[in-house]
């Protein structure tokens, strides 16, 4: 479960996983993470990887009877 929340970056923000955060942990010395979170709904599909100027690029998968958002470094929180 820490590795889900801290290194693939899939927090639960809401009860019963109704809505999730997805802050990949780009700021790590980690150039990729790929994983599945199970909730009540189904499994969250996840993935990251940081190229050699530092941009992310992603792909994630969730149920649709759930909400997702994307956090940035900065803390903004952008609808999936």
Excluded: C, M, Q
Aim: proline letters at 4%; charged letters at 30%; hydrophobic letters at 35%.
């Amino acid at each position: 479960a820490l590795l889900s929340k801290y290194v693939l970056g899939i927090k639960s923000t809401d009860v019963a996983w109704k809505t999730f955060d997805f802050k990949p942990a780009s700021n790590l010395n980690i150039k990729w993470a790929r994983g599945v979170v199970t909730t009540p709904y189904g499994n969250i599909h996840a993935e990251w990887e940081k190229d050699s100027k530092g941009k992310v690029t992603y792909k994630i998968n969730y149920p649709d009877e759930i909400k997702g958002y994307f956090v940035s470094e900065k803390g903004k929180r952008k609808k999936l």
